[in-house]
């Protein structure tokens, strides 16, 4: 059976970590993995950065092998990073116990993951691998996401639940809808966009912290 953890990592402890450099004020998303021939890229958000800065840095870095902008709003913008991945244990540590990041906010100190593994096994195997390449880290909760006391969130980052519970109370999936998306963005502080993006990827996140989860007969 599945299970889930939470984990806190200094920025500086990881390979990604340190190549990326966040300024303060700047926060990063991860917001899924593509294919890229035999290995897959990940696609980061950035919000409130000096996109150009951004570009800069990481295209002079020797770590990075390319940096794609895959799209610009007035808040942020979409990236395609490939760096090299295998020598960030991290990352390789997932790859190797066959693990699934499934959200990633960073911070100008911090990181935060949430990590689906097939079993304890082999959350067990992650740890040590993590220990093993000496990478500080702190589990901040592990659960099942298939047992009742698996906590109230599923999956979603504090940004996502206020927005997909403030979009459920003021009547947004009500059928007429209550409120439109710039509403909630004039309450959340946010832009029309990051409301719509926000509201889709708390419900991926939900989906695939309740319903795409192995049945336990399995």
Not at 98 to 107: E, L, R, V
Not at 131 to 145: G, K, L, M, Q
Request: hydrophobic share 45%; glycine share 4%.
């Amino acid at each position: 059976m599945s299970v889930i953890v939470e984990l806190q990592v200094a920025a500086e402890a990881f390979e990604l970590g340190r190549i990326l450099e966040i300024s303060p004020g700047t926060r990063i998303e991860m917001e899924t993995m593509v294919p890229a021939g035999d290995r897959s890229v990940p696609l980061f958000w950035v919000y409130d950065a000096d996109a150009e800065a951004f570009e800069t840095h990481l295209r002079d870095h020797p770590g990075v092998n390319s940096i794609t902008r895959v799209d610009l709003f007035e808040d942020r913008a979409l990236y395609a990073l490939d760096w090299r991945m295998e020598l960030d244990h991290l990352f390789a540590a997932v790859v190797r116990t066959d693990g699934s990041i499934m959200a990633a906010m960073g911070y100008t100190d911090r990181w935060q993951f949430e990590v689906r593994f097939p079993s304890h096994d082999a959350l067990s195997a992650f740890k040590s691998a993590l220990d093993d390449a000496n990478v500080s880290f702190e589990v901040i909760r592990v659960y099942n996401p298939t047992k009742p006391d698996a906590g109230p969130w599923y999956g979603l980052t504090p940004n996502q639940r206020e927005a997909i519970v403030m979009a459920v109370e003021c009547g947004y999936y009500d059928i007429p809808r209550a409120c439109t998306t710039l509403e909630l963005a004039e309450k959340l502080d946010i832009s029309d966009q990051a409301v719509t993006e926000r509201l889709r990827r708390a419900l991926v996140n939900l989906v695939s912290y309740t319903l795409l989860v192995p049945d336990e007969s399995e």
